[in-house]
Nanobody, 117 residues
Framework: VRLVESGGGLVQAGSSLRLSCAASGSTFTIKSMGWFRQAPGKQRELVAV????????VLADSAKGRFTISRDNAKNTVYLLMNSLKPEDTAVYYC???????????WGQGTQVTVSS
């Protein structure tokens, strides 16, 4: 499975961005897709995840009320709409695909999101 992210950039606080992650390859093995982020000097953390078969998306507390995760199964693509961005949202955002094999997951190359104050 290959994951390709797009949509990062430099924005001002209060702005919005939409990240996209397109999966290709053995996409039938994907059980869930989501977004993680890693700020300088910090550990990678979950932002949001959504199952490919339905169910309620899971969002980190920091994302609730501001971020929305959605998916288009026909396009094997997951989106992260980020509103009301804050400087503390600055990080590299990574797309993640979880599979039906417990020990197998895939990562994208990451896309930089920088929010200026």
């Amino acid at each position: 499975v290959r994951l390709v992210e797009s949509g990062g950039g430099l924005v001002q606080a209060g702005s919005s961005l939409r990240l996209s992650c397109a999966a290709s390859g053995s996409t039938f093995t994907i059980k869930s897709m989501g977004w993680f982020r890693q700020a300088p000097g910090k550990q990678r953390e979950l932002v949001a995840v959504i199952g490919t078969g339905g169910g309620i998306p899971v969002l980190a507390d920091s994302a609730k009320g501001r971020f929305t995760i959605s998916r288009d199964n026909a396009k094997n693509t997951v989106y992260l709409l980020m509103n009301s961005l804050k400087p503390e949202d600055t990080a590299v955002y990574y797309c993640n695909a979880g599979t039906y094999s417990r020990d197998v997951a895939y990562w994208g190359q990451g896309t930089q999101v920088t929010v200026s104050s």
